[in-house]
Structure formats: structure tokens, C-alpha cells
Nanobody, 120 residues
């Protein structure tokens, strides 16, 4: 079983920055992709950014140029650097990782979520 632990959320003013972290633990053999999702009140969860094992990244249009996803394979951690935050970025942010555990079974795990609130 692979568990994800997130940290880094908080309350900031518009224009400020935050960095989210998510570290995986457990029986991990390989992580194929790491991603960040968010869910605002009354809205569906949306994928914000993803990074593959090759380092390829993809972002939702609304965060391009402001958010950067990165990873540290050695400690099974993914980061989301969020700059120039806007009130519309307010949401609960969840990390997601998919890969293979040491029994060669596929896993897909979610973090517990961390609240990001941006005030105007």
C-alpha cells in the first residue's frame, strides 16, 4: 500500500506564492506519474498539473506560466510551486501518484488534500 502525505497549504493574498509538497511512502517500485488536482466548492475536481517519470509536464491552461510541478525521485516527492496566486485558485489541492509497488501491482493513490485560500 502506498500512502501520500501532503503539506504546504495555507492562506495567502492575491499575488503571493505557495509551494505544496507530497511525499509517498510504502511499498514503491516505480512511480509512473505524479499530479496535482484541485476541487473548489461546488465544482468538480480538475487536474492542475502532471509530471511523468520522464519529466514531461502538462498544465491546465489557467495556471500555465504561474505554477510549476517538479519532483524528487529519490524521496518520492512531488512539488507544486504556485506563483502569482489568484482568488480563483482557492481550492482543496490533492496529489495523486500512479505506479507499481514491489509486488508489481499497479497502485493509484491520493493525498488527503490541503486547503489553499487566496484572498483578494
Amino acid at each position: 500500500q502506498v500512502q501520500l502525505l501532503e503539506s504546504g497549504g495555507g492562506v495567502v493574498q492575491a499575488g503571493e506564492s505557495l509551494t505544496l509538497s507530497c511525499r509517498a511512502s510504502g511499498s514503491i517500485s516505480m512511480i509512473v506519474s505524479m499530479g496535482w488536482y484541485r476541487q473548489a466548492p461546488g465544482k468538480q475536481r480538475e487536474r492542475v498539473a502532471v509530471i511523468t517519470s520522464d519529466g514531461d509536464t502538462n498544465y491546465i491552461d489557467s495556471v500555465k506560466g504561474r505554477f510549476t510541478i517538479s519532483k524528487d525521485n529519490g524521496i518520492h516527492t512531488v512539488y507544486l510551486q504556485m506563483n502569482s496566486l489568484k482568488p480563483e485558485d482557492t481550492a482543496v489541492y490533492y496529489c495523486n501518484m500512479m505506479g507499481y509497488d514491489r509486488s508489481r501491482s499497479v497502485f493509484a493513490s491520493w493525498g488527503q488534500g490541503t486547503q489553499v485560500t487566496v484572498s483578494s
